[in-house]
C-alpha cells in the first residue's frame, strides 16, 4: 500500500501564489511517478502536472509558464509551485500516484491506483 498526503492548499487572490506538497510513503518503487490533479464543482477531474521518471514534466495547457512542479529531497516528495493563480484555479487538487503508468498514460485519472485526500485551493478575484 501506498499512502500519499498533500499540503499547502488555501486561499488567495488572483495573481498570488500556492505551493502544494505531496509526500509518499509505503511501498513505492523507483517507478513510482507523482502526478497533480484538479476538479472543480461539476467538472471532471483533470490533469495538471507530473514529473516523469525524476527528470521530464508536462503540464497542462492552461497552467504552463505559471506552475511549477518539482521534487523534494526525498525521492517520494513532489511540489507544485503555482504563481499568477487565476480564479479558474480554484479548485481541490490531488496528487496521485502510481507504478504502472506508460507516458502515454499519465493524463487519465483512472490509470493512477493511488490518491490523496485533496487540498483546497480557492482563488478570489
Known amino acids: 500500500q501506498v499512502q500519499l498526503v498533500e499540503s499547502g492548499g488555501g486561499v488567495v487572490q488572483a495573481g498570488g501564489s500556492l505551493r502544494l506538497s505531496c509526500e509518499a510513503s509505503g511501498r513505492t518503487s523507483s517507478q513510482f511517478t507523482i502526478s497533480w490533479f484538479r476538479q472543480a464543482p461539476g467538472k471532471e477531474r483533470e490533469f495538471v502536472a507530473t514529473?516523469?521518471?525524476?527528470?521530464?514534466?508536462y503540464y497542462e495547457d492552461s497552467v504552463k509558464g505559471r506552475f511549477t512542479i518539482s521534487r523534494g529531497n526525498g525521492a517520494y516528495t513532489v511540489y507544485l509551485q503555482m504563481n499568477s493563480l487565476k480564479p479558474d484555479d480554484t479548485a481541490i487538487y490531488y496528487c496521485?500516484?502510481?507504478?504502472?503508468?506508460?507516458?502515454?498514460?499519465?493524463?487519465?485519472?483512472?490509470?493512477?491506483?493511488?490518491w490523496g485526500q485533496g487540498t483546497q485551493v480557492t482563488v478570489s478575484s
Open positions: 514529473i516523469w521518471r525524476g527528470r521530464n514534466t
Open positions: 496521485a500516484g502510481d507504478s504502472g503508468l506508460i507516458l502515454s498514460s499519465i493524463r487519465g485519472h483512472r490509470n493512477y491506483d493511488y
